[in-house]
């Protein structure tokens, strides 16, 4: 969903992680530099989290993204205990889309995607499971989700899949602004994704500390707004 910008290119790695493609893992880590408990304040995951989302798309076609942190964990093939996240997206009440993904934090508090199990439904039966992977599983590699320290011009790989997965971010801000249904939010991260497997396309993300993702917007090659109607913090 991207398209590449000019600009210095940083390279994030996690301590002990070494080298790889730009901003994501290599396919050997060490499993111990990672924790299921992720409380980067741009990214928090914490169990019983729950974020709603309205997105509306070509046409004005409006779908609901219910994105849940749940208690359970997998072992991903690279040796890595994540946190999974649950993700669905329902039109007119039908389920259409529904994945599991999985994130974990290193010791410096940046946030690795691992990979993700999506499935899309069309009147109830599955017809794609496309977009799945699992870092160390043919070649693919975590990326980072949400790096520990973002400035503006902070630049990284989000997963890495050759050919199949390859979005980037570029960190544009942290002092930007967002309504949506669930609030005014100041002081939000903002971020420029995109792929060089479609150039054209081109999509800004704002995060709120403490909360997480608030607003996206496809700003080329789509129409796609997803803005925050409600969140609800983990049970303490």
């Known amino acids: 969903m991207r398209g590449k910008s000019k600009g210095a290119l940083v390279v994030l790695l996690a301590a002990g992680l070494g080298g790889g493609p730009a901003g994501a893992a290599p396919a050997q880590v060490d499993p111990h530099r990672f924790t299921i408990a992720i409380d980067n304040p741009y990214l928090p995951l914490t169990p019983g989290s729950r974020w ?7 046409g004005g076609s409006v779908q ?5 942190v749940t ?25 259409v889309e529904d994945t599991f993904d999985w994130y974990a934090q290193d010791r410096r508090g940046n946030v690795w995607y691992l990979g993700e199990d999506t499935k899309e439904y069309d009147h109830g039966k599955v017809v794609s499971t496309a977009g799945s992977w699992e870092a160390g599983v043919n070649g693919a590699r975590g ?6 320290h973002p400035r503006p011009g902070l630049e990284y790989r989000q997963e890495y899949l050759a050919g199949e997965a390859e979005d980037r971010a570029r ?7 967002a309504d949506v249904p669930a609030g005014h939010f100041a002081h ?26 608030v607003l996206a917007l496809g700003v080329s090659g789509g129409e796609e707004r997803q803005e925050l109607v409600r969140f609800t913090a983990a049970p303490r």
């Open 143 to 148: 990326g980072l989700a949400m790096p520990a």
């Open 52 to 58: 709603v989302y309205r997105e509306t798309g070509p």
């Open 171 to 177: 960190v544009l801000s942290l002092d930007d602004q």
């Open 64 to 68: 609901r993204v219910v994105v849940s």
């Open 188 to 213: 939000a991260l903002l971020t420029k994704d995109w792929t060089p497997l479609e150039p054209k396309v081109l999509e800004y993300k704002l995060y709120a500390r403490g909360v997480g993702q």
């Open 71 to 95: 208690h359970d964990t997998k072992r991903i093939a690279n040796g890595v205990t994540a946190r999974v996240v649950r993700d669905t997206a329902s039109e007119k009440g039908r389920l």
